[in-house]
């Protein structure tokens, strides 16, 4: 459970299989650091998905991040010809009107994934928005 009498959950044990390049809570801390009140929830997958932190105010629940981080998956291009000519793809950004999913994929098979409320990405959201203004 969380520190100083905050209710968020974060994840202590793992039975994720860490990727060489994820430390998933070490990302969770910068997360919540960096992006504070502002992050709903963080999920690494490989073999399964683990929730490693839900904030206590998220609207989206354990369910709910295991169906996204399950879509998440799919997405993840099978060839490297998808990225081309721009190189391995690095990230993924959604942007919805109540959330910001960001996807890091660590190869076909394992990443993490994290959620924010829509003012973590209040810039690029305003550029999405005057841009919906030419369409």
Not at 9 to 33: D, G, K, T
């Amino acid at each position: 459970m969380g520190t100083g009498g905050r209710s968020e959950r974060i994840a202590s044990e793992l039975n994720y299989a860490h990727h060489a390049s994820v430390e998933p809570l070490e990302l969770v801390e910068f997360l919540r650091q960096r992006a504070g009140s502002s992050l709903s929830w963080v999920a690494a997958y490989e073999d399964g998905h683990e929730t490693l932190y839900l904030h206590s105010t998220a609207e989206t629940g354990e369910t709910a991040v295991r169906d996204i981080v399950s879509q998440l998956r799919g997405d993840v291009p099978r060839t490297t010809a998808f990225s081309s000519p721009y190189d391995a793809l690095k990230a993924t950004v959604r942007v919805f009107e109540d959330a910001v999913v960001v996807h890091l994929p660590q190869g076909e098979s394992c990443g993490v994934a994290a959620g924010f409320d829509p003012d973590a990405a209040r810039i690029l959201r305003g550029f999405i928005d005057d841009c919906e203004r030419y369409l």
